[in-house]
Nanobody, 124 residues
Framework: QVPLVESGGGLVQAEGSLRLACAAS??????????VAWFRQAPGKQREFVAG????????QYADSVKGRFAISRDTSKSTVYLQMNSLKPEDTAVYYC???????????????WGQGTQVTVSL
């Protein structure tokens, strides 16, 4: 098992910044876990892909709505993945989830491990 723990959520004003972290508790991200991704879900809305990173190839991909504002990266220890969120908008308000799986994809079903989520609230 690879338990994932998110942190860094909170309340920020529009145009502010926030950095989320996804840590694997007890284990380190390995080459068998090909990708780590961030998803988010706002009340009454479907869960959507936000950003993903390939552990092996260091490739990244982003949802159009966050491209240019968010950046995903990983610690050199491969134990933590970050989501740097800049120029935040009220529309970014959601619960953000970290997920890990065996493929570099936007499909949530491809991810085997999920964190509990962390709340991000952006106010005017």
């Amino acid at each position: 098992q690879v338990p994932l723990v998110e942190s860094g959520g909170g309340l920020v004003q529009a145009e502010g910044s926030l950095r989320l972290a996804c840590a694997a508790s007890g284990v380190t991200f390995s080459r068998d876990l090909m990708a780590v991704a961030w998803f988010r879900q706002a009340p009454g809305k479907q869960r959507e892909f936000v950003a993903g990173i390939s552990v092996n190839g260091m490739l990244t991909q982003y949802a159009d709505s966050v491209k240019g504002r968010f950046a995903i990266s990983r610690d050199t220890s491969k134990s933590t993945v970050y989501l740097q969120m800049n120029s935040l908008k009220p529309e970014d308000t959601a619960v953000y989830y970290c997920a890990a799986g065996g493929a570099f994809t936007k499909r949530p079903l491809a991810y085997n491990y999920w964190g509990q989520g962390t709340q991000v609230t952006v106010s005017l």
